[in-house]
């Protein structure tokens, strides 16, 4: 079944514990992106990569690192997590294309920082 | 600034009635738009997209417009089922192709009465 894997769903931590959610897919995708969604703001981009070792700041990057070292994987990692940080995250990967490609959606990761 | 404007208020329709949904854009030359629907909790499921060249889109019992000129896209659901009842977010992606910088709307909830 092609899908956007993402783990874990939830989680609870700390301020300033380095964290990692890992997002991966089988569908041989280039482009992957990671989003946060926040009540009154929607969805924002905060990541993204259109192949391997390619990664692009989205609109609020501040506080969050990528790293794209396999096709497949595109984990988000928080290194000193703040409150701030709370929030739904949604990773997605798409075919890369001229003129739109469908966007296909993990299951959310929701995170709680205290 | 670029802005995306949907209903912020929830829309309430009879079943069996057409829901209509409003996207509105401003400082933006999108080359396609999309629309997605997200269900509470859960990631955002595509739906369809429409081109710049495009008028109207079908599939199904939805429809999609879209108005250069008034920056606006329309989304109708025909025959609407309360299982419709979701949130319907609409994105529009950057001139020059590519699913980098996809920008988001913040949503209309959509609720289908029995």
């Known amino acids: 079944e092609a899908q956007v894997t993402q783990n874990p769903r939830y989680l609870i931590t700390v301020t300033g514990k380095k964290l990692t959610v890992t997002c991966s897919q089988n569908?041989?995708?280039?482009?992957m992106s990671w989003y946060r969604q926040d009540p009154g703001l929607g969805l924002r981009q905060i990541y993204y990569?259109?192949?391997?070792?390619?990664?692009d700041k989205g609109d609020v990057p501040e506080g969050y690192k990528v790293s794209r070292k396999e096709k497949r994987n595109f984990p988000l990692i928080l290194e000193s997590p703040s409150p701030n940080q709370t929030s739904l995250y949604f990773c997605?990967?798409?075919?890369?294309?001229?003129?739109?490609?469908?966007?296909?959606f993990g299951p959310g990761t929701r995170l709680t920082v205290l | 600034s670029q802005k995306i404007e949907q209903n912020s208020e929830a829309l309430n329709i009879q079943e069996g009635k057409t829901a209509t949904l409003t996207c509105n854009y401003t400082?933006?030359?999108?080359?396609?738009l999309q629309w997605y629907r997200q269900d509470p909790g859960r990631g955002p499921v595509f739906l369809l997209l429409?081109?710049?060249?495009?008028k109207e889109k079908r599939k199904e019992r939805l429809k999609v417009t879209f108005d250069t000129t008034l920056k606006q896209s329309l989304f109708h659901i025909t025959a609407s089922q309360p299982a419709d009842s979701a949130t319907y977010l609409c994105?529009?992606?950057?001139?020059?192709?590519?699913?980098?910088?996809?920008?988001f709307g913040k949503g209309t909830h959509l609720i289908i009465q029995p």
């Open positions: 994105a529009l992606g950057h001139s020059g192709g590519g699913a980098d910088g996809l920008t």
């Open positions: 569908m041989n995708h280039e482009y």
């Open positions: 997605a990967s798409s075919f890369v294309g001229l003129l739109g490609d469908t966007q296909y």
């Open positions: 990569s259109m192949n391997v070792e390619v990664t």
């Open positions: 429409i081109r710049e060249n495009e």
């Open positions: 400082n933006y030359s999108p080359a396609y």
